[in-house]
């Protein structure tokens, strides 16, 4: 027994002695948080680390110890070391190889950098605005926002719940850019709409941090503690992927060419890598964004939208229309669809970062919702939705630098052209011919709810009246 305890002693001050000794100690931070990372685990189990982070920033500032191996910054010069540096920044943590898709890596799942490169350079030319904007890919946008229109209008004077009408959007929008001509219309045909379903309604933050903390009992854990299965959506997949043919422009015409040197079931996790992240992202973003444009305070920014797209000529370039492009991205910067901290590998030999030494392996980030709350010199009235603030001239350089929705460097987000496209013809089509307002039966705060990756509103509901201008 007294050697028991004598162990016991020993490691409770080895632990003590590493945390008060090593140079994370000097970063500002809760106390406990030099000696134990189980804060941290609680506030991710319960869906709470975006605001718990958030508020430790507030409170101690730009540079927070998380715990005794993980710090979280909010600079620009941090976010340049840590996202641009060396090519396309640090290495990935362990984390991101939750994402792999028929337990094969994907681009996104790809940890060191130098072979995440190499994956990404299939999908440039994809994604780039050029073959974005072709006459095929923009046609199927056009189309499916055009159903999503119709569909408002068939509503009436009831409302819409377009958390549902918005996901199917997105996802019929990214499956048409991937596999046209075998794309989902999921706003309007019953099956696709399922595969819908299977995609985002669900509930698997706590499985995948149970699969990531405890990777060599996950084999064992019983079948309710492993994330949800999508069968329809890996039978969907595969079956789309070994099609013979399909679109110059799409995405699998590309990854099944011999020079890509990708396997079938390769081509397939990666396609189902870019369903999920596009509806998503898309969905989600757009969804915050129709709910802020509908609460009564923000009707003004709806009448300065409205006036741009019904006085553009109807052939305008979706690229020209500058307050489009605000709401956009101030929508984009109050809630970003990925607002969760990246998490990052310090390098071989340790790094300065804002003035304070990073041992090698550290685990450093960022996240959206704090930079983009933090500088309230930068983003005045942070938490305000007000997308004036994106055509105002002073100060637009330094917006634009502190604007990390879409991450930078060289794993920022691939799909970012085709995601702005999507966002930009739907809203077109949506405010140039209604006012949208929220529904009585809505709370008058849309709660968010942060799952592993995306951030949705909670209860997966977001209802809305569409009134005919």
Request: glycine share 6%.
């Amino acid at each position: 027994m007294l050697s028991l305890w004598a162990g016991f002693i020993l490691l409770f001050g080895f632990i003590v002695g590493q945390g008060l000794l090593s140079p994370l100690s000097k970063v500002p931070g809760p106390w406990y948080t030099r000696f134990t990372s189980l804060w941290l685990k609680y506030q991710e189990f319960t869906a709470n680390r975006r605001e718990s982070i958030h508020a430790l920033h507030k409170k101690y500032g730009p540079v927070v110890r998380l715990g005794p191996n993980e710090v979280s910054f909010t600079s620009l010069d941090a976010i340049k070391e840590i996202y641009a540096s060396g090519g396309s920044g640090y290495d990935k943590t362990e984390f991101y190889s939750l994402f792999k898709q028929f337990k094969t890596k994907t681009m996104f799942s790809t940890l060191p950098r130098d072979e995440h490169s190499k994956r990404k350079r299939l999908f440039a030319e994809r994604y780039a605005m050029t073959n974005v904007m072709k006459a095929k890919p923009l046609a199927a946008i056009n189309e499916r926002a055009l159903t999503f229109v119709s569909q408002c209008t068939e509503a009436g004077k009831k409302s819409v719940d377009v958390y549902v009408l918005l996901h199917c959007y997105a996802l019929d929008c990214v499956t048409h850019f991937m596999f046209s001509p075998g794309g989902l219309k999921s706003l309007n045909v019953q099956k696709d709409f399922d595969i819908m379903q299977e995609l985002t309604y669900h509930q698997s933050l706590q499985k995948n941090l149970l699969e990531y903390y405890l990777p060599t009992l996950a084999p064992y854990f019983p079948s309710i503690l492993h994330p949800r299965a999508s069968p329809q959506t890996n039978q969907y997949v595969q079956e789309m992927v070994s099609q013979p043919n399909v679109e110059d422009h799409t995405l699998v015409e590309k990854l099944n060419r011999k020079e890509s040197n990708l396997e079938l079931i390769q081509a397939a996790a990666e396609c189902k890598d870019h369903m999920a992240a596009g509806i998503d992202t898309t969905g989600d973003g757009l969804c915050f964004l129709m709910w802020e444009l509908s609460q009564p305070p923000n009707l003004e920014f709806q009448t300065k939208l409205r006036h741009e797209l019904t006085t553009a000529p109807a052939d305008a370039p979706l690229d020209s229309l500058v307050y489009l492009d605000a709401v956009i991205k101030e929508a984009l910067r109050v809630s970003p669809p990925i607002p969760m901290s990246l998490p990052r590998y310090v390098p071989l030999g340790g790094r300065l970062i804002d003035k304070y030494f990073m041992p090698a392996h550290t685990i450093v980030s960022c996240q959206p919702y704090t930079v983009h709350r933090y500088h309230e010199d930068v983003f005045p009235d942070p938490d305000r939705f007000y997308p004036d603030r994106w055509v105002e001239e002073k100060g637009a350089a330094e917006r634009n630098r502190y604007f990390f929705s879409f991450a930078t460097g060289g794993r920022g987000c691939t799909g970012k052209n085709l995601a702005m496209v999507e966002m930009k013809t739907l809203l077109r089509e949506v405010y140039s011919q209604f006012q949208t307002t929220v529904a009585p039966d809505m709370n008058a705060s849309m709660e968010i709810d942060d799952q592993i990756i995306a951030s949705r509103p909670k209860g997966q509901s977001c209802k809305l009246i569409f009134t005919p201008v």
